[in-house]
């Protein structure tokens, strides 16, 4: 069985600040893991995956990720807040060959001016 | 091409009435997914279909709820008798067969359309 667990329901950070959003995950097989990105009313857009290539992920807008297997983490960072980063963000999972993703609960990200 | 469209956008419903909603894929995807998210929480996996095909519903209702995706035309997600309960957003995604197997395998990045929020009154 798979499980997600986002630490902290609201993070707030000054704009220019660092970002930082934390992501356990609980996987008995090699999991791909997902971070998304959602605006108010709007769907969920993908900012970066991680597929067992390199751990230190990339994604859009100066976003990345770090898998860790010896923590079972996968936290998204990103060096300088702005202010069009607000918006609630899910850590995901899923398997190879699988198709259920399971997401995180959710963390909003506030940023301050 | 296309992102996953789902319409409508927001539906109003008074209680005991029925929902359609609406999935259209995007081209090239044969793999679709239904997610619910209440007020406040994260995405709920609902149900996995692929053409003409239910492969996993094991996160819808068992009683009003029920989801297709026709050879032909949108994936649809049905609710019937609907409760205030209900109120939420669903969300559709979509996937291309993964690369270099079988194309009932779906790649694992799935992509969402804009969701469609329900109101029952």
């Known amino acids: 069985a798979q499980s997600v667990t986002q630490l902290g329901s609201h993070v707030s950070v000054s704009e220019g600040a660092l970002v930082l959003l934390r992501c356990n995950y609980s996987s008995s097989v090699p999991p791909y893991l997902f971070w998304y990105v959602q605006y108010p009313n709007q769907g969920l857009q993908l900012l970066l995956k991680?597929?067992?290539?390199?751990?230190l992920v990339k994604g859009i807008n100066d976003f990345e990720a770090e898998f860790k297997k010896s923590e079972t983490s996968f936290h998204l960072t990103k060096p300088s807040a702005h202010m069009s980063d607000a918006a609630e963000y899910f850590c995901?999972?899923?398997?190879?060959?699988?198709?259920?993703?399971?997401f995180g609960a959710g963390t909003r990200l506030f940023v301050k001016a | 091409n296309a992102g996953v469209m789902q319409n409508p956008r927001h539906l109003v419903r008074r209680r005991g009435q029925e929902a359609r909603l609406r999935c259209s894929p995007m081209?090239?995807?044969?793999?679709v997914y239904w997610y619910r998210q209440l007020p406040e929480e994260g995405l709920k996996f609902m149900v996995y279909l692929q053409k003409e095909n239910i492969i996993d519903e094991s996160g819808m209702p068992k009683e009003r709820f029920s989801a297709e995706f026709p050879k032909e035309g949108p994936s649809i997600l049905r609710i019937q008798q609907v409760v205030r309960g209900d109120s939420a957003a669903y969300f559709c995604a979509s996937s291309p067969p993964a690369l270099g197997g079988s194309p009932l395998r779906p790649q694992e990045t799935q992509y969402f359309g804009p969701g469609t929020r329900l109101l029952v009154l």
């Open positions: 081209k090239g995807h044969s793999h």
């Open positions: 991680y597929t067992s290539a390199a751990t």
């Open positions: 995901a999972v899923s398997t190879t060959g699988g198709f259920k993703t399971i």
